[in-house]
Structure formats: structure tokens, C-alpha cells
């Protein structure tokens, strides 16, 4: 199993929202290192880190889990979607994406800030400087130190 961290700015699509949806496709990312992370490294039944981006403040809010592995992004086919992709085909899509499923919501959101201050969590992506992917790989003592102080 692997641990991943999926952000997602709220007012575009919130954990609050994957819950009420109960799943989702993880569409529109168009950046090759997080789509090959999609492709090549995610399998069923990972956990994911909610991260809400571009919040006040930002930080972790939840879990989900991977349902479905990665299928070609159908919003790069969709000419009126803001991630259509003119260079992309049926043939030979560009982008893919997972399905996620909720899990849960934390019951308080762990802040950006927070996981800066704690010195068991500074090797993890999120933390460091220019660290910007929408999709980041987690340790496994990450997670389960994040997952414990989330229950607290």
C-alpha cells in the first residue's frame, strides 16, 4: 500500500463535497509528474491525505482511498471543460485520473503551518519550499503520525 496526499482548493471541490458525492474522478490535473504518479504507482485500496489548497488556512482535512486505478481523463476530450486538451485523442489520451471514494473528515483541520512546526513531519513534501504538485507521495510514518494527530 501507498500513501498519497491529493490538494484541492475547497470552493473547487471540497472534502465536504466528496462526501456528499461518496466518489469522484480526480480530473483536470495537468502535470506529468502527478499524472505519471496516477499512472504508474497508484493501486487500489492507497489512502489519500485531503489537503485543502488555497484555503484559510490550508492544511490536511481528511482521507479518502483509491477506487478506481487510472482511466483517460474525460475532461480533456470536453471542448467546453477548462482542462480540454486539443492535442490529446481517444487513441492516444494525454492525461489520465484515479477515482477517489471518501473515507472520512477529520474532525479539525491540520494546518499547513502546523505541519511545518512539527519536526516529525519535516521531510515530508508538503512542507518544503517550491513543493507545489496537487499530488505528492507520503511516507507511511508520515501518515500514520498525521492519521494519529488527527484522531486527537
Not at 480530473?27 to 493501486?43: E, H, K, L, P
Request: proline share 6%; hydrophobic share 35%.
Amino acid at each position: 500500500m501507498k500513501y498519497w496526499l491529493f490538494k484541492s482548493e475547497p470552493e473547487t471541490y471540497s472534502i465536504d463535497k466528496l462526501k456528499k458525492e461518496k466518489s469522484t474522478l480526480w480530473d483536470g490535473v495537468r502535470n506529468y509528474q502527478a499524472r505519471n504518479f496516477m499512472i504508474n504507482d497508484m493501486q487500489l485500496g492507497d489512502l489519500v491525505l485531503f489537503y485543502h489548497s488555497n484555503a484559510n488556512p490550508p492544511g490536511i482535512i481528511g482521507l479518502a482511498e483509491i477506487s478506481e486505478l487510472a482511466q483517460p481523463d474525460p475532461s480533456q476530450f470536453n471542448k467546453s471543460s477548462p482542462y480540454y486538451d486539443p492535442k490529446s485523442s481517444i487513441d492516444k489520451p494525454r492525461w489520465h485520473c484515479v477515482k477517489v471514494k471518501f473515507k472520512k473528515k477529520f474532525k479539525h483541520l491540520i494546518s499547513l503551518d502546523q505541519l511545518k512546526e512539527n519536526k516529525a513531519l519535516k521531510e515530508m513534501l508538503v512542507v518544503k519550499k517550491g513543493q507545489r504538485l496537487s499530488i505528492q507521495p507520503v511516507d507511511k510514518k508520515h501518515f500514520e503520525y498525521i492519521l494519529k494527530w488527527a484522531e486527537e
